[in-house]
């Protein structure tokens, strides 16, 4: 049975990126998947790269690359840590759920990635990156909302191209783990769109999350 893990990162649980979310979650669970969610507010996560994400000593000047490699031959990380790359090895999907926010990650999910794709396991040390990434074999989406209209996005238009605004996540995150990239799922200012507008929108990531063998693939 495929397993997905979504990586949720947003403060209000009544947001329609909330709703979408969960919409997801029931999408991937009517095609069989077993769900994780881990909600990174609910969580209280800690963004903050530092000593206290291992166990073992780090002695000297601290280098996080070199501290994260160290932890993966000995399993050394800080618990919170290891479970969220516990339940990264049992995924096949992952799901980045978001809200764009500056035209990026919302820095809690940002400092999810700091922490948790860790040099010796996601890249780096003896595994490659890109199609060699410690994730090949998983497959990864975007899942987020934005504040502008589909129409702002696109080549000459006010917010510039969505694939150059996401190439460092999806490029430079996702890939370079080794995940294959799927096409986002983008619900386009929703909090200008009615209730009607918002269920519509809720159907395409239903049908994007049931359709995902015949989804576009950007990178991988």
Same mark, same amino acid.
């Given at each position: +049975?495929? *397993?997905?893990?979504?990586? /949720? !990162? /947003? ?9 979408? +979310? &969960?919409?997801?979650?029931? !999408?991937? #669970?009517?095609?069989s ?9 609910? +969580?209280?996560?800690? !963004?903050?790269?530092?000593? /206290?994400?291992?166990? *073992? ?7 996080? $690359?070199?501290? #994260?490699?160290?932890? &993966? ?5 800080? $618990?919170?840590?290891?479970a969220?790359?516990?339940?990264? @090895? @049992? ?39 890109? !199609? ?19 129409? %702002?996005?696109? $080549?000459?238009? @006010? ?7 996401l190439? /460092?996540?999806? %490029? ?7 995940? #294959? ?5 983008? &619900?386009?200012?929703p ?6 507008? @918002? ?9 994007? =999350? &049931?359709? =995902? ?8």
């Open positions: +049975m495929p *397993h997905a893990l979504i990586v /949720h !990162a /947003h403060p209000e649980a009544k947001s329609f990126c909330n709703a979408q +979310m &969960s919409e997801a979650v029931r !999408a991937l #669970q009517a095609q998947y077993t769900v994780e969610v881990s909600d990174l507010y609910a +969580m209280n996560w800690d !963004a903050e790269l530092n000593r /206290h994400d291992f166990t *073992h000593d780090v002695e000297g000047p601290f280098k996080p $690359p070199l501290a #994260q490699e160290q932890a &993966s031959k000995s399993n050394t990380f800080a $618990p919170d840590i290891a969220e790359l516990e339940k990264l @090895r @049992r995924a096949d999907l992952l799901v980045f759920s978001f809200p764009l926010w500056w035209f990026s990650l919302p820095a809690l999910l940002k400092g999810w990635v700091d922490r948790v794709f860790v040099r010796g396991t996601a890249y780096g040390g003896r595994i490659g990156t890109f !199609a060699e990434g410690g994730f090949r074999g998983k497959r990864a989406l975007l899942l987020f909302t934005t504040g502008s209209l589909e129409e %702002h996005f696109g $080549p000459g238009a @006010r917010d510039g191209e969505l694939d150059v605004l190439f /460092h996540i999806q %490029h430079g995150m996702l890939w370079f783990c080794g995940f #294959q990239v799927l096409a986002p799922v983008i &619900s386009f200012a909090v200008r769109g009615t209730p009607e507008a @918002r269920q519509q929108q809720l159907g395409q990531v239903r049908l994007a =999350l &049931s359709t =995902l063998d015949t989804r576009p693939i950007i990178f991988g």
